[in-house]
């Protein structure tokens, strides 16, 4: 095999790898602003082993935590602590990868949340975040692939039900990699 044949092979296989990284075709994905919701179970009651308390962002798709272990399939959890709910972000758990974490801002409205925070410091990857009802809750998921993409996130309590422990947040999710995008591109 040629030296220029070998260069090819590897540039193919170098933009397949890319390509695949993120799930990304190769540019950005056309996404929109109206909010999804999801309802989670707390993690802290025994009585709701088996039913989902953990949202994984990459593959928007709500995950039961049966064990503390089972990271890496998820980004943030439900959970109680002080007589309140609480947002776990994975690194919370011993061994589990702490790049999924979660941000504040309770300031302004959700709608009006445009980017992630582009300091990392405003992120919390290994201690719990309250859960209020006003604040927005931006989520950095955990980085996969072979170009370490995260994706970002923003939710709101809908409901908060102490009584049933569980909590229904509304969110939107960007699908691009690396991107801290809020809202699209077209609503910037």
């Known amino acids: 095999m040629s030296g220029a044949v070998r260069v090819r092979i590897v540039l193919i296989l170098a933009a397949a790898a890319l390509a695949a990284g993120c799930g990304d075709d190769l540019g950005p994905l056309d996404w929109e602003t109206r909010p999804d919701t999801v309802l989670l179970f707390s993690l802290a009651r025994p009585e709701f082993l088996g039913l989902p308390s953990a949202y994984d962002f990459h593959n928007l798709r709500r995950v039961a935590v049966e064990s503390p272990a089972a990271t890496g399939t998820w980004d943030v959890a439900l959970s109680e602590a002080s007589g309140g709910f609480v947002l776990l972000p994975a690194g919370v758990f ?14 302004q409205p959700f709608d009006q949340v445009r980017r992630a925070p582009g300091d990392t410091a405003s992120f919390r990857r290994t201690q719990g975040v309250p859960v209020h009802g006003q604040r927005v809750y931006i989520v950095r998921t955990r ?46």
């Open 94 to 107: 011993a061994g589990a990868d702490a790049s999924a974490a979660i941000a504040v801002d309770s300031v």
């Open 143 to 188: 980085a996969l692939g072979a170009l370490a993409c995260v994706r970002y996130a923003k939710g709101q309590v809908v409901d908060a039900d102490s009584a049933g422990g569980s909590v229904r947040f509304m969110f939107v999710a960007n699908p691009n990699c690396n991107d801290r995008a809020l809202v699209p591109p077209s609503k910037d």
